[in-house]
């Protein structure tokens, strides 16, 4: 069974850092690229950042470039999401979701992040 | 950054047939943009529907179809079930950035 599960999630005041983390099982976890999507309460959904099976290829939306950094570990089927300079807008929950070729098709159930004073 | 825009919100009758868009401020969706649907239901985590514009996972329900249609992305569903009440969004791809859509609040009344 396909599983990704996100932790890291919390309560942080503006300008301070978290990592996520996207762990993942039940397939070939360096075959896949892996996306972060989060959602405001109440908004939309918002694609963050991809990171493509060999870590060749990220990319980063404009609202968190320069500040987020995704990173993989192959070899612990992990995902990870390096959030600094966090901003009141940054609250949400931050799901990974899995791709290959193009096709994304599981999601994980998603982690709440919280930035107020 | 490019807009992707859907309708607010839908009504269908149950057994009905209700038809989603999604446009880009860019100009037409083409296939090039890889359009993907997703369907979140309260308190739940998205569900991929549909991805390169008209195909479906393994899980996508029949009634549920993709195509390009009229310089946009589509989604039908036709014979709409009480379970598909739900918040549909459409992804476009933008050469390795994605943008999702506004959103679509679906109702089945």
């Known amino acids: 069974e396909v599983q990704l599960v996100e932790s890291g999630g919390g309560l942080v005041k503006p300008g301070g850092s978290l990592r996520l983390s996207c762990a993942t099982a039940?397939?070939?976890?360096?075959?896949?690229?892996i996306n972060w999507v989060r959602q405001a309460p109440g908004k939309g959904l918002e694609w963050v950042s991809s990171?493509?099976?060999?870590?060749?290829?990220?990319d980063y939306a404009e609202s968190v470039k320069g500040r987020f950094t995704i990173s993989r570990d192959n070899a612990k089927n992990q995902i990870y999401l390096q959030m600094n300079s966090l901003r009141v807008e940054d609250t949400a929950v931050y799901y990974c979701?899995?791709?290959?070729?193009?096709?994304?098709?599981?999601w994980g159930q998603g982690t709440l992040v919280s930035v107020s004073s | 950054q490019a807009v992707v825009t859907q309708e607010p919100s839908l009504t269908v009758s149950p057994g009905g047939t209700v038809t989603l868009t999604c446009g880009s401020n860019?100009?037409?969706?083409?296939?090039?943009?890889?359009p993907f649907w997703f369907q979140q239901k309260p308190g739940q985590a998205p569900r991929t529907l549909i991805y390169?514009?008209?195909k479906k996972h393994s899980w996508t329900p029949a009634r549920f179809s993709g195509s390009l249609l009229g310089g946009k992305a589509a989604l039908t569903l036709s014979g709409a079930q009480p379970e598909d009440e739900a918040e549909y969004y459409c992804?476009?791809?933008?050469?390795?950035?994605?943008?999702f859509g506004t959103g679509t609040k679906v109702t089945v009344l």
């Open positions: 979701t899995r791709e290959a070729y193009g096709v994304v098709d599981y």
């Open positions: 039940g397939f070939t976890f360096s075959s896949y690229s």
């Open positions: 990171i493509s099976s060999s870590s060749t290829y990220i």
């Open positions: 860019t100009g037409a969706v083409t296939s090039g943009h890889y």
């Open positions: 390169d514009a008209s």
């Open positions: 992804m476009l791809s933008y050469r390795g950035a994605r943008v």
